[in-house]
Structure formats: C-alpha cells, structure tokens
C-alpha cells in the first residue's frame, strides 16, 4: 500500500485526536502519514450556530468555506489534494471537516448537521444519512497487534529491572465521577476488596492505572489498601508513570474498568482482552451509554459487576481467543465499508470534474 496522507483536525481534546488516529491505523496501519492540525473555532457560541445554518442551508459553497476559514484559528493548508483524507471528532471540528469538500471523515454525533457534508459519518448508533457508517466499538489507538506489542514490551521492561515474573497478570483501569456513574468512600472500599478477592481467588496480581477522574480519596486507599501481593506494578495518575495503559492491557489476560469510562471499555475490547466492567453504588447513566453497554454485552461478553457484590463465581469471561477472533472481524469490517465509502466518494469527485 502506497503512503496515504492524513488531515487529523485537533481540538485540543485528546480522547477526540486518539479516536481519529484510531480510525487513521485501521484502515491505513503505518502507511499513513499524519498531519495534525490544532485549531480552535472563534466564538462558538455565535460561531456555531451561523455554520451550522450556513451548512444546513446552502452546504459547502466557496463563500462558506471562506467564512469558515475565517472563523478558526488554523485552517486545513492549500497543499491538500483530493486524494488526502481528513478526520476528526469532537463537535467544534466538524464545520472546519465539512469545508473539505471531499473524503473527510467524522467520529461521532453530528448534532443535527446535515450528514451528506461528510463521505463517512461514525457512530456508535444508527442515523438517518447516507454516509453513516454504525461502529460496534469506539474508535481507539489499541488493536490486537498494538497491544501485543506493547505488553511485551511491558514484560521484558519488568524483567529488566528484576521484577518477579508472574505467570497470571490483570490489569484494573480506574476512573472516576463521570457519564452518571458516582463514586462515594464505600464504593472505593468495595473496588479495594473485591479486587483483593479475585487477586487470592485467581492466584493473579494486578497492573492499576489511575487517571485524573479518579478522587484523592479513591487513590489513597487503593495504595493503602493493596499491597505487593495483589499488585504487581501501578501507576498513579499525578506521580511518576511506570507503564502505560496499552502496556498494561497487553500484557494481562483480562482488563477490569470502572464503568464510567466508555473510551478506557473500548481500548480493552478493541486489544481483544475479555472485559469487566465495575459498576459502582450510584449510576444512573443516560440511555446512549446504556445501549452502548449492552451491546458490548450482547457482542463481547462484556460483563458488568456491581463493585459491592461478594460472589464472584459468576463472574465468566469470555476466552481471550474466541473475543479475538471477533474483534478482528469486526474491525476488518469495519475498515473494508470506509475504504469503500471513501473509494465511492473519489470516484463520484472525478467523475464530476
């Protein structure tokens, strides 16, 4: 495969830029050279919705594409040809992705913008228009390979460094107050327990990662209350990291999350690592979120284990090969219908010039 040319459209979110270079792997792996584009729309409180009347009403004429270079602070370069593809998520993005014209993805809602400014519209449920193409898992950074790769670089870093090995590894990824789920002190000695339990039950240790969700109070007592025993390494959001997410996920067997975090689900599943989510006292997410997790039910086995509950002998994951096998399918799928969308989009672009 020839060198293929990526616009990534940066909002300065980095879960948005992580999604599209997500997409920009799949379906062009290390043939794809990135250009990553930070802009910021201009006043968006009025900046919004005059392009979105503009676009709705009169798409993507010369004069609106020259208001809308107008109205963000870095525009895509006159250097783009046709056959360069751009890419983006996160709303304030999609006006400046609409002015490409051509082979331009977009991740995510649209938020009632007309879909047909765009050759492939992703999202996580179905729409209405024509370039919408339904995704069965978020987009991420992590595949099978990747976090392969990844986690046995984790491994021999460990051994490196005289870690005990440790034939039985998981990982629990930890967030925090977020998409209706809250996190009170009980929760958190809940997730300490039940975390212990499995670790004794399994004969396993565990990699934590923490992030900038996750309270001071919930970090605390995850260090005090677990020890080397259960943990084989962890990093704690705001102290120096010793791994990486990706490393981590790669190296374990199953990867255990807070259910608060649909991006930190997705990278598990997309690594192809059989998946739990912990549901904490109070959650109360809206129905989008809801219907996500069960999909993630009905095509992963994704199970969701309230943090309180003692029992574990129903907690059954599916096998690391079977959940494999369907994620490769599913993101094979997956890249074959955008290519093919994007194939459609430059012929009918030719045929008209």
Not at 180 to 202: M, P, T, V
């Amino acid at each position: 495969m020839s060198v293929q040319r990526v616009w990534i459209l940066s909002d300065g979110i980095s879960g948005h830029v992580n999604q599209a270079i997500g997409i920009t792997h799949l379906l062009y792996g290390d043939a794809a050279q990135i250009h990553k584009i930070n802009t910021q729309l201009r006043a968006p409180f009025l900046s919004r919705p005059l392009l979105h009347l503009l676009y709705n009403y009169l798409g993507p004429k010369r004069w609106v594409r020259s208001i809308t270079s107008i109205l963000y602070s870095e525009n895509i370069p006159a250097s783009r040809t046709s056959s360069d593809v751009v890419i983006s998520a996160g709303g304030n993005t999609r006006f400046l992705n609409a002015a490409a014209g051509d082979r331009n993805i977009f991740i995510g809602s649209l938020r009632e913008l007309d879909g047909g400014l765009f050759d492939v519209s992703l999202t996580m449920e179905r729409t209405n228009f024509s370039s919408n193409i339904v995704m069965a898992l978020p987009p991420s950074r992590l595949s099978p390979a990747s976090a392969d790769a990844a986690g046995e670089k984790c491994l021999q870093r460990m051994k490196h460094w005289g870690q005990p090995e440790h034939s039985r590894l998981w990982t629990l990824l930890v967030g925090g107050d977020g998409a209706g789920f809250r996190y009170c002190e009980k929760d958190w000695y809940n997730l300490a327990s039940l975390i212990k339990q499995l670790a004794h039950q399994h004969n396993i240790r565990w990699f934590i990662t923490t992030s900038r969700r996750t309270s001071a109070f919930g970090q605390q007592h995850l260090k005090k209350a677990l020890s080397d025993r259960e943990v084989a390494e962890a990093s704690w959001n705001g102290e120096p990291q010793k791994g990486t997410l990706i490393e981590y996920v790669g190296a374990s067997e199953r990867v255990f999350c807070t259910a608060d975090s649909m991006s930190m689900l997705g990278d598990s599943l997309n690594a192809g690592k059989p998946t739990c989510a912990l549901v904490p006292l109070e959650a109360t997410p809206n129905q989008r979120y809801e219907d996500a997790l069960d999909n993630f039910r009905d095509r992963y086995a994704l199970q969701c284990w309230p943090m309180d509950r003692r029992d574990t002998s129903n907690l059954e994951l599916p096998t690391s090969k079977d959940l494999r096998a369907r994620i490769l399918r599913d993101r094979d799928a997956l890249k074959k219908r955008i290519l093919a969308a994007l194939s459609d989009s430059e012929g009918a672009h030719s045929t008209k010039q």
